[in-house]
């Protein structure tokens, strides 16, 4: 299984606080990727990063930015969160040394709740 | 933009039958991916089977099976001597050759399997 970490594991917040989640991966993968799941939607993209600081929206982005610093950290943001984000949350990566760049592997999931 | 639908959010099997999920896309593009992951109650994401659309034999994985039919954009799942760790959600995806190894997601299915 590809190496990557997700922090927090769970969190509730209330309206209108920042939030910032964690995806670490160990395999020195080139993507990363941000998806929300919600019933009804399967996964959808907000943001992803092709390198380090190079970064794009997905279909799902207002309201979240991102930052990667480094190759094994990609970090979401909900500068002020809202109820509508509470969702579950994973962290994706493609692209490793092998070139696998059509096969992405999937984070354990953050689930967030916001009162 | 590509869309992704999956038309039965559930569907029921016994043990050691067959079942099959459907999942129909539509894209302008000639050459992408096709992906179905399988989401158990951990919430991890899992890849059971990937298909290129540019082969024209459908991929298979032990019990899993694909019915890839490019004209008619349909990509369905066939599941055989279902088993009750078979149980799960399962999600159709798509990745175009454009779309920078982004997937785009289907609504789901989940699969119930009776004893």
């Known amino acids: 299984d590809a190496g990557i970490t997700q922090s927090p594991r769970h969190k509730v917040t209330e309206t209108g606080t920042p939030v910032t989640l964690r995806c670490h991966q160990t395999?020195?993968?080139?993507?990363m990727y941000w998806y929300r799941q919600d019933p009804g939607h399967g996964l959808r993209l907000i943001h992803y990063?092709?390198?380090?600081?190079?970064?794009d929206k997905g279909e799902v982005s207002d309201g979240y930015s991102v930052s990667r610093s480094k190759t094994e950290d990609f970090l979401l943001t909900l500068e002020s969160a809202t109820s509508s984000q509470t969702s579950v949350y994973f962290c994706?990566?493609?692209?490793?040394?092998?070139?696998?760049?059509?096969?992405?592997?999937f984070g354990p999931g953050t689930r967030l709740t916001v009162l | 933009a590509q869309t992704v639908t999956q038309s039965q959010p559930e569907m029921s099997v016994q043990e050691a039958e067959t079942v099959t999920l459907s999942c129909t896309y539509d894209?302008?593009?000639?050459?992408?991916?096709l992906f179905w992951y399988k989401q158990p109650p951990s919430r991890q994401m899992i890849l059971v089977i990937r298909?290129?659309?540019?082969?024209?034999q459908n991929a298979t994985e032990n019990r899993f099976s694909v019915n890839f039919q490019k004209a008619a954009k349909s990509f369905s799942l066939k599941i055989s001597d279902s088993q009750l760790g078979d149980a799960a959600m399962y999600f159709c995806?798509?990745?175009?050759?454009?779309?920078?190894?982004?997937?785009?997601f289907g609504e789901g299915t989940q699969l119930t399997v009776n004893p």
């Open positions: 994706a990566i493609s692209g490793g040394l092998a070139g696998s760049y059509n096969e992405q592997f």
């Open positions: 395999e020195n993968h080139r993507y």
């Open positions: 990063s092709y390198g380090v600081k190079d970064t």
């Open positions: 894209t302008s593009e000639s050459d992408y991916y």
């Open positions: 298909q290129e659309a540019y082969k024209q």
């Open positions: 995806a798509y990745m175009g050759e454009t779309s920078g190894s982004r997937l785009t």
